[in-house]
Nanobody
Framework: QVQLVESGGGLAQAGGSLRLSCAAS????????MGWFRQAPGKERQFVAA????????YYHDSVKGRFTISSDNAKNTVYLQMNSLNPDDTAVYYC??????????????????WGQGTQVTVSS
């Protein structure tokens, strides 16, 4: 089993920044895909960004390209999502997800095995 705990959400003004963290614990694995998804009220869960274990495979949703950066610190078993130039459309609950034992990044929610509990991000105009 893998446990994922997100942190770093909160309230930001439009144009501001937040950094989300996702700490993994439990089963250890050397190769993985980690992703960030978000879900706004009344909307489906949306892919945001993903990477693989060595950072050679990284994907972003078009709406966050150039503003968000996904990264990882394998020594800390933590994945980050740096969010800059936030706008009200970024308001959502953000979830991290993990798929062990794979060598590429994944963009579909159904491809992931483990999920965190989510962290709220609210951007005011």
């Amino acid at each position: 089993q893998v446990q994922l705990v997100e942190s770093g959400g909160g309230l930001a003004q439009a144009g501001g920044s937040l950094r989300l963290s996702c700490a993994a614990s439990g089963r250890t694995f050397s190769k993985y895909a980690m992703g960030w998804f978000r879900q706004a009220p009344g909307k489906e869960r949306q892919f945001v960004a993903a990477l693989n274990w060595n950072g050679n495979s990284i994907y972003y949703h078009d709406s966050v390209k150039g503003r968000f950066t996904i990264s990882s610190d394998n020594a800390k078993n933590t994945v980050y999502l740096q969010m800059n130039s936030l706008n009200p459309d970024d308001t959502a609950v953000y979830y991290c997800a993990a798929k062990p034992d794979i060598d590429i990044a994944l963009v579909l929610a159904r491809q992931y095995d483990y999920w965190g509990q989510g962290t709220q991000v609210t951007v005011s105009s």
